[in-house]
């Protein structure tokens, strides 16, 4: 998988509890990235998305992690340090499945390998809008849209990835993710 470009090895682990992966990587010696940290919502009831770094290493930690109680957690360890910026302030990569963004959206993340991508943007507009701007411009372009648990879209067209979007309110308007992930064949 690649993180912005960035080489990463990751991992699921199941039946964990957030507070105690977070103790047990706290106890290893990894800090939180306070500018890499936010929430979203999920058919679960949450997630926190955290990066974490050692002193005088290269290397990040991103841990996603439930919001209530026990379920899987996915850790990531990037190779180097994942550059947040492309000099435009935009994090490299692409927008998954060449879908435009929405809701004057800046990219924050961008993560792609094997049969799934995704993107993670910070916007002005409330999760509402966005999810709403999604809605019209997938289905100008002839997706099939539902909505999921509040602050979830999904959608799907024949011979595409299937979409789901994530937003939740953050300081200044929202934050959204935007996955895209391959079907079977």
């Not at 998988?1 to 990894?30: I, K, P, Y």
């Not at 841990?63 to 990531?76: Q, T």
């Not at 809605?135 to 979409?163: F, K, N, Q």
Request: net charge positive; charged share 20%; hydrophobic share 40%.
């Amino acid at each position: 998988m690649r993180v912005n470009t960035v080489m990463a090895h990751w991992f699921v682990f199941s039946g964990g509890d957030a507070e105690q992966c977070r103790a047990e990587v706290s106890r290893l010696g990894w800090r939180a990235v306070d500018e890499f940290s936010t929430g979203l919502p999920s058919p679960a009831g949450g997630i926190t998305m955290t990066g974490y770094r050692l002193e005088n290493d290269p290397r990040m930690l991103v841990l996603v992690l439930p919001d209530n109680g026990p379920g899987s957690c996915v850790m990531a360890l990037l190779d180097g340090p994942i550059n947040l910026s492309d000099g435009r302030g935009e994090a490299p990569g692409r927008d998954p499945a060449g879908i435009p963004r929405v809701a004057s959206a800046r990219r924050l993340l961008h993560l792609s390998g094997g049969r799934i991508e995704a993107a993670f943007y910070s916007s002005p507009a409330r999760p509402s809008e966005v999810l709403s701007s999604a809605r019209l411009t997938l289905e100008s372009r002839g997706w099939r849209v539902s909505m999921g648990s509040p602050g979830i879209l999904l959608a799907s067209r024949a011979g595409e990835p299937d979409l789901a979007y994530f937003a939740r309110g953050a300081p200044g308007g929202s934050r959204y993710l935007v996955f895209a992930t391959g079907r079977e064949k």
